[in-house]
């Protein structure tokens, strides 16, 4: 049986998941902070004075693509079975390129590793990615300029964290090194031209976290790319729908013993590949990944944006538009608490099988970093009680709040909400699916494999090389290994709260 290969490229790791028709069959990762040490990024990403300014350095994507095949290959992987390849990039992240990039990949040489081949392409050294909050400036100028038609063209009031923005900063900041810039790419696109040994286009997926896309015409928006910067849509990749095949596998990879040639269908963000990850089509169902961000996502039947400016809207991998709304403080804020009480997550979840639903009306805003629904910055961990409250107490008190933040800020979306497809890292956490079923008042649902991004780009890969179809593959790949049922006796505790929540919200 055929066999496709997603590679999600996320804000912590690079993960491969190799998938048939009937299932999947092999997984493998590189954790950036403990596989590749010396790029001194524990979370994938380096640190900085600026809390607000946070950047990767790109080379380290390209050490872990490296690393990931040769894990793969040592485990006995038979990567020669692999008959297509798509990708899922961390959304809005962006990669600065010099005219030395097209050529330098054109001639890549399977003697020397990725990064030290391509270092010298690079026009700027490191990549500004989604956890960004330091364009306020270049968003109040969009804002000036375009007023609401910003959101309307492109889905998305401007936001700190997307790619225009960013470039608009750069820009300005430095044009020396913006003249000396080619080619800018998104994760997903960068790594995508480099599977191909040539520059990639951008997918309507991810193409709309930029501030750029005209989501009526898909097409890059002359008058918005002319008021970023200078020069914009010459640098820009060509935008394309998800499931274009953009070429075959060039020969440097041929040494992990994958077949030059094979088709690799373009990247998408891990948002959009996330939809697909859990076959989320039908009405009714939303999906929550619970990543470094938390993310609240579903399939739009019509095109709408949220009045308050904090949701977006991408494109659809398997055709039409996806509703979003990103939680910066997502398990990282998690993490902090989990830390503060040192507890390993299996103690995390015994702290609070003591405490019950509703907390006696304890909430928290875990403002660990800068936040973007809504739009606040770092160092207000409000409502945090080391003093009077329990840990268990405590705890709750965050995974409520998130729970509550996440349902009000879906709620423009006007999506009726029966069932909850659950992803990410922390939908292992059996204690915060019943609050987020509590919470919804929705069925949760979790299935085998916790990597949804990279799932939805296998399947993406099998869709676009062989025409299978996302309903048939999800049918097999997608399926729920296990339900958490809402219990209807607590909506009288969790409805009151949601208004106490928006209240506290606003109150800060
Ligand atoms: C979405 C967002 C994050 C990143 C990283 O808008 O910023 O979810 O895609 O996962």
Redesign the pocket.
Known sequence: MKQYLGIDS??QSLKGIIIDRCGILAEESVHFGSDLPEYRSPNGFLAHENPEIVHANPLMWLAALDLLFDKMQKKGIRLDRICGISGSG???GSVYLNSSFEKSLASLDAGKTLAEQLQPTLSRATSPI?MDHSTRDQCRALSERFGSRLQEITGSAPAE?FTGPQIMKFARQDPAQWANTNRIHLVSSFLCSVLCGKSTSIDYGDGA?MNLLNLKTLKWDSEITGFTAPNLAEKLPLAVPSNTIEGGLCGYFGKYGLKPGIPVVVWS???PCSLIGIGCAQPGTIGISL???D?VFAPMSVFKTDPLGCG?VFGNPAGGFMS?I?FANGSLAREEIRKKYQVDWAGFEEEIRGTVPGNGGSLMLPRFSPE?TPSAPAGVVYGYDELSSSAGENIRALLESQALSMRLHSKWTDEKVHTIHLTGGASKLNGFRKILADVFQADVMTQESSNAAGLGAAMRAANAVDHLSFEELAEKLCLPVDRVLHNPDTKIIYDPMLEQYKRLEKGI
Do not use: A, P, V, Y
């Open positions: 996320s804000t961390q959304q809005h989604w964290r976290g963000g891990d948002n990543g470094t961000s993310t977006h979003l990103c973007c």
